[in-house]
Every structure is written in structure tokens, then in C-alpha cells.
């Protein structure tokens, strides 16, 4: 045998024998991994990611390590890889212990009056490996060959598929966004050499490269997001460059190829991931505050893009959206950035100093015109109720996305300070015996963050088509999933929402059902503000699934400018009837439109000078006691039922903008066929 080939076996042997040992090495660092990590639950995410890194790093070291000592062992004669004649005559050998002769068959650790039954079958699994797998290592090493041979040529695709994305359709974004992106790059603190590109392959913010990093920004993804959003998305990215997170990344994939056959490897990976995403949105939170909102829809978008196209991106490439998305919304929704305990104190004197400087300036420049804004902001009051819970989108009942759609609602009624009362369809989340769990904590959710569920019907069904004891029936079926809900976390329902703010074909329909309701303790909302803001829904979710971006933001600008007219609309009743500014109650349905649109609709209605309110303190207005007596097809604001009470003349209505309306009488056309 030549000595080529002899060089050759004896390196086989040591390959695969670290092979086996990594297996136990690797799967006992996973569990200390694991271990740590729920340790250390309520430290820092980057904290956690270190750890998680170290771990990821002591598991290479360890295998490394046995190679090189067996490699040792080999050139001094391992008996683990000597032939089967070599062994034998090795275990006839008798080495000397505590100063005797003990065979090598025998525990040396014990005489052998003292061996027991389990250190025999020990010994005897010993021997059998020694003798057994040397014959079969040479496979499991050439197995390990082709394995990492195919993850490293899937790991060069992907490296290829970057590098076109880099070089093929690559544009420079224009001006505006090129002074944007010199800001971020300030703000987040990237000092390395970086360019901005707008790309028409990606369909989601990716960062690529170590020297000269690039980041790709889809080009429709500037019409398909808010700017305010798409900067958060950019700093996202600039966050992982500083951190020189795609180092790490690429770092994981090599470790990867060569342990794929390990899932300890591929688990520690993911949390390294898992908490790297973690650690940079807390990051994006520091630099953007008060824009959990913002940035928690900006994801949610970007996930909703990414499940539309179904597009891959190469494992090493840093993507905005990545990471478990759900939980990093809930992350971020809880408004929890990690700063150091030993920053903090400073930090708060110094926010406390700069804020005292600020208002100190605004009131000394514009003194009189905040102190304007704030009488009107005391003379306006608004409730809001939304029907119906959980989330609905015409086109799909629920919405696939109806948790996220929630969440996102949810958090922007508390950052605007929106005491909502969201009331329960029961057929949405029950069929009337049993829950539907997915559903049910869709609205479980509203009780839990302490608002106001009210009561509506268990199927949305108008009073006019439908005979009273059946409605009543309805109603009372829908009280019981509803209370079956909330169960002993929340408020029982005091509130009735008429579907359609429809009450019915006659009179006597109309008084059966307030009798029924009164008896029950409920009392049914009057809304002032009426609106058609489910036909912009409908038509905004019928673009989302088409992923027309052009068409979506065409209709949030058409949405917000109709509902700024019914305000006005609206308040010229209130002016009319009762010579003051009532307070307000308005009803709208948890949509995504009216979700993506928060921000600028209660910034609408706050600049209107607005304050929002409970129903309950709305209805105290002593206008609310106003008589009337309407009952007919249609479901109209009680501004108008009073109105026409008073025998006063019914105003116009601002117009449904035509594409909207096109939209919706397609659809109805569509229904009929």
C-alpha cells in the first residue's frame, strides 16, 4: 500500500469520526443553547444574539477540535483506525493501573468484583463500534461530501442571484430619496460606504454585500408604502450593515453547507436569525420614536408583498422581512426598545431637557394659536364604533391577514387614544355552538387591550328583511357566543349596533325590538356621522388582491378626502338642528383601508378639533334625546332621522367618488348573474 493511499484512509477515518462525535457535541451545545436562551428571556435581543452566535461558534470549534486530535492520534497509531488483526492483538495488551496489571477488556476504574452489568454492555458497545463502523465511515465521509457538495453549489446560486440583482435592472433612486438615504445613513450611524438602488427583480428591501454594501429597494415598493414607512424599512436594513450582520449571515450559510446533516445546526441558526431581526427592529424603534405604528405596518406590508409573490431570497441576504414576522409585530407593538440600564437615567433627562426646550419654543413662537387649537379641540367630540369584529374584507370573510389587520388597528386606537367599542358579529367567529379558535382570539384581542365590545346580530342581516322574532332570535343567539367570549375578562355588552343602521319596516318592529333590547339592558347607538366607507373598502381590498399599488393609493387619497367632506357634511347638521357642535358617534368597519389610513384620518380628525370619546359620554349629550320616528328601507344617520323629524330639509350628500362607485356596481352586477 502506497503511503498516498495509506495518508488517505487515515484522513477518512479521522473525517468521520469527527462526524460522530459532532453529532452528541453539537446536540448537547443546542440544549445548553436552549437552556440559556429561556434564561435569559427578559434580557436584550442583541444579548440573545450573541449568545446565540457564541453557541453557533463553540459547535464549529468543538468538531475542529476532535478532528485535529484525532488527526494526532492517527500519526501516533489510533487504535481506532488500526486493521482488525492490529485491534485484537491491542486488546491482549495489559496496561498497568494503580500498580497493577489490568487487561484492556476490563474497566481499568474498578476491580472485577466491582463490574457491574451496565459498565459490561458499556464496554461491549465500545468494542463493537471500534470494530464495526471503521468500515463504515468511509460511506458516511463520502455521504458528508456529496451533502456539502450540494448546499455549497446551491450556496454559489444564490450568490449568483444576488450578483444579478446587483448588476441587472439596478437603477439609481432619484434625488429626493438619495438626500433621505444620506439622513438614515447619519441617523442610524453607517460610516461604511453604502448605495441606495432601485431594482425591479426584488420584491422586498434586501442588503448585499461586506466592502461597498448595496441596499435594493423594489421599485414599485415607493408607490406601494408610505415614505414615512419606507424609511423605517431602510433603516431596518442600514441597522444590519452597521452591524455587519450579512458578515454573520454568510458566516451561518458556510456553517450550514458543512453541518447540514445536524438540526441542532440549523435550529441555533434560525434563533441567530430570530433574534438578529429582534435586535434590529429595537434598533429602528431608537432611531424612529413613536413610530411602532408605522413601522409595524410597513412589515406587515412587506409580508403581505412577499406572500403575493412567493419570491425566495438567497438565505444569506439580509431582507427586511424576515425573521418570524408575527412575533416581531408583537414585539414591536408593545413598544419595548432595549436600551441599557445604565443609559436610561440619561437618556430621560436628556429627552425631558430637549422636550421642555421644544415646548418652551413652540409656546413662545405660536403661543396664541395653540392655545386656539386647544378650545376647539375641547368643543369637538367623537366616539367610534366598529362593526364588525374580527376583521372582515368583502372579498374574503375574514381577510387572510385579519390578525395582523387587527393588531395594527388595534395599536393605532391607543396611539391616538381612541376609546373604541367594537362590536360582535357571532357568525364570524362561531357556528353558534362551538368557537372558531383562530377567529375568537382575532376578537378576544380588542377585550384584551380593554376596549368596549358591544353587541350586533350573529348574522348582519337588516331588520327591514327580516321578521322580528327571527331578528330578535338572532340577536339573542349572538349575546351568547358574545358572552361565551368574553367570559370573565371583559365588560358584558351594554351596546346594540343595528346592522345596516337599519331599525325596521314599521313602527311596531321598531318599538318590539328597543322593548326587547331595554329589557336585556342594552341600549342601541345612535350614530350621527354615517358614511360609505365599506364601498372604498370593498374597492381597496379587490386592489390588494390584484397587488395594484397604483390603484390603492388612489384610493386611500380618495378615502380620506370623501370622509373630510362628511365631516363637514355632517357638522353643518349638528350647526343646523341644534345651533352647537354635538358630540359626535361614528361607526366604520375594521378594514384594512381604514387600518392603513389611521394615522392620517385621526390626524384628519384631530386637526378638525376633535377629541374622542366613549359612547357612553357621546350619548350623554342631551341631543341624543331628540325625538324621531323613521322606519323605511334605508339605514341613515340619526342627524338625518331628525332632520326630517323636525320637518327640516335633508342636506346633499357628498358624492361617492366615481371609481369607487364603478367598483361597487360591478360588483352588485357580479352578484346578480
Known amino acids: 500500500m502506497s503511503l498516498e493511499t495509506v495518508m488517505v484512509s487515515k484522513l477518512v477515518a479521522s473525517a468521520g469520526w469527527t462526524l460522530l462525535h459532532s453529532v452528541w457535541q453539537i446536540g448537547i451545545v443546542s440544549i445548553c443553547l436552549l437552556v440559556a436562551l429561556r434564561a435569559l428571556r427578559n434580557q436584550t435581543s442583541n444579548f440573545r444574539y450573541v449568545v446565540s452566535v457564541s453557541a453557533l461558534a463553540i459547535s464549529i470549534a468543538l468538531p475542529v477540535y476532535t478532528f485535529v486530535q484525532l488527526s494526532t492520534q492517527v500519526e501516533a497509531g489510533s487504535p481506532s483506525i488500526q486493521s482488525s488483526s492490529q485491534r ?45 463502523l471503521p468500515a463504515v465511515l468511509p460511506f458516511a465521509v463520502a455521504l458528508w461530501i456529496l451533502g456539502v457538495g450540494f448546499f455549497s453549489v ?71 408604502i408610505s415614505p414615512h414607512e419606507l424609511e423605517t424599512i431602510i433603516a431596518h436594513e442600514l441597522i444590519h450593515i452597521r452591524r455587519f450582520d ?14 447540514f446533516y445536524h438540526p441542532g445546526v440549523w435550529w441555533m441558526s434560525a434563533q441567530i436569525r430570530r433574534e438578529r431581526e429582534f435586535a434590529a427592529d429595537a434598533a429602528v424603534m431608537e432611531v424612529f420614536k413613536d413610530s411602532h405604528v408605522t413601522y409595524a405596518r410597513a412589515l406587515a406590508n412587506l ?25 416581531r409585530i408583537q414585539r414591536i407593538l408593545k413598544i419595548k426598545t432595549e436600551v441599557g440600564r445604565a443609559n436610561s437615567a440619561w437618556t430621560a433627562g436628556l429627552a425631558l431637557l430637549l422636550t421642555s426646550a421644544f415646548l418652551l419654543t413652540l409656546f413662545s413662537i405660536s403661543s396664541s394659536e395653540l392655545v386656539n387649537a ?215 368597519t375594521p378594514s384594512r383601508l381604514v387600518t392603513d389610513t389611521a394615522d392620517d384620518f385621526f390626524a384628519m380628525v384631530a386637526k ?15 341631543a341624543y334625546k331628540t325625538k324621531e320616528a323613521f322606519t323605511g328601507e334605508a339605514g341613515i344617520s340619526w342627524f338625518e332621522r331628525w332632520s326630517m323629524a323636525k320637518g327640516i330639509r335633508l342636506r346633499e350628500e357628498p358624492n361617492i367618488d366615481q371609481n369607487i362607485q364603478k367598483i361597487w356596481n360591478e360588483r352588485q352586477l357580479a352578484l346578480k348573474k
Open 154 to 224: 446551491r450556496l454559489g446560486g444564490g450568490f449568483l442571484q444576488l450578483s444579478r440583482f446587483k448588476s441587472t435592472a439596478a437603477t439609481r433612486v432619484d434625488d429626493h430619496w438619495q438626500q433621505v438615504f444620506s439622513r438614515l445613513c447619519d441617523r442610524t450611524g453607517v460610516r461604511q460606504v453604502t448605495r441606495i438602488l432601485r431594482s425591479e427583480f426584488v420584491q422586498t428591501p434586501i442588503a448585499i454585500g461586506f466592502f461597498r454594501p448595496v441596499i435594493l429597494v423594489p421599485a414599485a415598493l415607493f408607490l406601494q
Open 246 to 259: 450579512p458578515v454573520i449571515n454568510v458566516a451561518q450559510c458556510l456553517v450550514e453547507a458543512v453541518f
Open 374 to 588: 386647544q378650545q376647539r379641540s375641547g368643543a369637538r367630540k367623537l366616539a367610534i364604533g366598529f362593526v364588525s369584529i374580527p376583521p372582515l374584507d368583502r372579498s374574503q370573510n375574514p381577510p387572510k391577514d385579519a390578525d395582523a389587520t387587527a393588531r395594527l388597528l388595534i395599536r393605532a386606537l391607543k396611539e391616538h387614544k381612541v376609546p373604541a367599542i367594537g362590536f360582535i358579529q357571532g357568525g364570524m367567529i362561531s357556528d353558534g355552538e362551538k368557537l372558531f379558535p383562530v377567529r375568537a382570539n382575532i376578537a378576544r384581542m380588542w377585550i384584551d387591550a380593554g376596549f368596549e365590545i358591544g353587541l350586533g346580530g350573529f348574522k348582519h342581516v337588516s331588520l327591514y328583511n327580516t321578521p322580528v322574532d327571527e331578528y330578535i332570535a338572532n340577536i339573542e343567539k349572538n349575546e351568547g357566543i358574545t358572552k361565551k367570549l368574553i367570559g370573565e375578562i371583559g365588560l358584558p355588552p351594554r351596546y346594540f349596533s343595528y346592522p345596516y343602521l337599519n331599525t325596521g319596516k314599521t313602527a311596531g318592529d321598531k318599538a318590539q325590538v328597543e322593548t326587547w333590547l331595554a329589557s336585556r339592558g342594552y341600549t342601541s347607538v345612535k350614530y350621527t356621522i354615517d358614511n360609505n366607507e365599506w364601498m372604498y373598502s370593498f374597492a381597496y381590498d379587490s386592489a390588494r388582491n390584484d397587488n395594484d399599488v397604483n390603484a390603492m393609493k388612489e384610493i386611500r387619497e380618495a378615502y380620506l378626502t370623501y370622509m373630510n367632506k362628511m365631516f363637514d357634511h355632517y357638522e353643518a347638521y349638528s350647526s343646523d338642528l341644534f345651533g352647537r357642535d354635538i358630540s359626535q358617534t361614528m361607526v366604520l
Open 608 to 622: 378638525r378639533g376633535y377629541t374622542f370619546i366613549t359612547v357612553d359620554e357621546a350619548q350623554s349629550d342631551s
Open 303 to 327: 409580508e403581505e408583498i412577499r406572500l403575493r409573490t412567493d419570491q425566495r431570497m438567497p438565505r444569506y441576504a439580509t431582507a427586511a422581512n424576515g425573521g418570524n414576522f408575527m412575533q
Open 88 to 132: 485484537e492483538n491491542e486488546n491482549r495488551i495489559e496496561s498497568f493501573e494503580a500498580g497493577g496489571r489490568v487487561s484492556l477488556h476490563q474497566n481499568v476504574n474498578a476491580p472485577d468484583r466491582f463490574r457491574t452489568a451496565g459498565t459490561e454492555m458499556f464496554s461491549d458497545l465500545r468494542r463493537w463500534l471500534n470494530r464495526e
